[in-house]
């Protein structure tokens, strides 16, 4: 069975700093994880994958994550957050075996102060 | 064209009333996916079409019926719903075992 932890329900930070959102995936295949970020009333915009090609991996709008398996962590960062960063952020974890049915993390709101 | 295009954005329907939900995505993809979201909680998969055949269904009520007349088209179509059915509805596509793209949704309130 797998399943997703977002260690921070809420995180704020001020413009230009960096931003980091935690994520832990309980497994029992290779895991495929995500991030995606939701802006109020909007659907949800894939930031990046991994898929085993790199343990770090560059998305979009300066955002990595970086894979690691010793700690089952997926954590989300970007050296200098910016004020369209504002949005909710879900880590989303698939396994090989159960393709169509992707497993949400419960999201983290992030605020961005100027 | 890289878009996965939701109408109406939003709806307000009494519990007798029938409605529908369109999903339309013009990338080739393959699979189609509906996704429910109560405020502030991730989405929630109900139905997932693939290759144009229902493979996943959440055990979702029969009040909802999926449809998916082509593989660039999907439908979902409402019938005596109940306040608590009140949601964002996001339609999803994506290539087989690929990442999603989602619609920016139907808010949707039962009244």
């Known amino acids: 069975a797998q399943s997703v932890t977002q260690l921070d329900s809420h995180v704020s930070v001020s413009e230009g700093t960096p931003v980091l959102l935690r994520c832990n995936y309980s497994?029992?295949?290779?895991?495929?994880l995500f991030w995606y970020v939701q802006h109020p009333n909007k659907g949800l915009q894939l930031l990046l994958k991994?898929?085993?090609?790199?343990?770090l991996v560059k998305g979009i709008n300066g955002f990595e994550a970086e894979f690691k398996k010793s700690e089952t962590s997926f954590h989300l960062t970007k050296p200098s957050a910016h004020m369209s960063d504002a949005a909710e952020y879900f880590c989303v974890v698939s396994e090989g075996d159960s393709w169509g049915k992707l497993q949400f993390g419960a999201g983290t709101q992030v605020v961005v102060t100027p | 064209d890289t878009e996965v295009t939701q109408t109406p954005k939003h709806l307000v329907m009494g519990m007798t009333n029938k409605k529908s939900l369109k999903c339309e995505q013009h990338?080739?993809?393959?699979?189609m996916y509906w996704y429910k979201q109560k405020a502030k909680k991730p989405p929630e998969l109900m139905f997932v079409y693939s290759y144009e055949k229902l493979s996943i269904n959440e055990s979702v009520p029969s009040r909802f019926s999926p449809e998916c007349p082509n593989s660039s088209l999907l439908n979902l179509h409402l019938h005596a719903l109940q306040p608590e059915d009140s949601a964002l509805y996001l339609c999803a596509s994506s290539q087989v075992d690929e990442k999603l793209f989602f619609g920016s949704g139907t808010q949707l309130s039962v009244l």
């Open positions: 990338m080739g993809h393959r699979a």
């Open positions: 497994s029992s295949y290779s895991p495929s």
């Open positions: 991994y898929t085993s090609a790199a343990t």
